[in-house]
């Protein structure tokens, strides 16, 4: 997931940034690629996300947050492209070690179940996210669209300021979950803090479903 860096601080923190990075740099290989037409229907294996919300979780003091973040279609199939908006602000720099709290909890009922942290994956506690940061977009190494045409920074550290995404289209590849996100009602929170300081919360829901769909 600038302010605008706090986005793909935030896509790291719900665990999504080496697919949405790694898919932003697939979509510019695959442009150049010559276009296949297929005759007719043809079922592929399809992740769907929809129903999907967010919210800053924080308390008013916290230096950062999302003023707006748009995330279309509804559904989203993956493997394809999403669109996305975002607002993000930071009162503060961000400097590392940036430490990121994640739970992640599926609906069981009138339950909510915490998932638990299985390789990485699940309610997770990331001690520097910088790091990873780093380890998926080594430095020196250019920042994947959009946010190199728009100027924006993918490494710690992060000015003050508010930043905007205008409505941009990222690939998201194929992606393997692991057993243990099957079908459901999602919620995860995202805690950033600086040393001892809380500095964001964020909040999103979603469903999820996975299966064989048409495509034409």
């Given amino acids: 997931m600038q302010a605008l860096a706090l986005l793909p601080l935030a896509l790291c923190a719900l665990q999504l940034c080496p697919a ?11 442009q150049q690629q010559p276009m296949v037409l297929l005759e007719k229907a043809w079922p592929r294996w399809a992740t769907q996300v929809e ?26 199939v ?42 990485q994956l699940g309610s997770c506690t990331y001690e520097d996210i910088c790091a990873l940061l ?15 045409s728009y100027g924006l920074p993918c490494h710690c550290p992060f000015k003050a300021g508010t930043y ?22 999602y919620k995860i929170q995202a805690v950033i803090f600086m040393g001892d300081q809380e500095i964001a919360c964020v909040r999103l829901c979603f469903s999820l479903s996975a299966g064989l769909q048409w495509f034409w």
């Fill in 51 to 76: 129903n999907f919300s967010w919210e800053n979780c924080g308390p008013s003091s916290n230096p950062a947050g999302i003023k707006s973040l748009s995330i279309g279609p509804d559904p989203v």
């Fill in 164 to 185: 905007n995404l205008p409505q941009s289209d990222i690939y998201i590849p194929k992606i393997d979950l692991p057993a243990f996100l099957t079908n459901g009602d």
């Fill in 134 to 148: 780093d380890s998926v977009i080594p430095p020196g190494q250019p920042c994947p669209e959009p946010l190199l």
């Fill in 78 to 119: 993956i493997p394809g492209n999403i669109r996305i908006s975002a607002s993000l602000y930071t009162s503060v720099a961000l400097t590392a070690p940036l430490k990121v709290v994640v739970v992640l909890e599926k609906r069981l009922g009138e339950m909510w179940l915490k998932v638990p942290c299985v390789d």
């Fill in 20 to 30: 949405v990075l790694g898919g932003a740099l697939q979509q510019q290989q695959q």
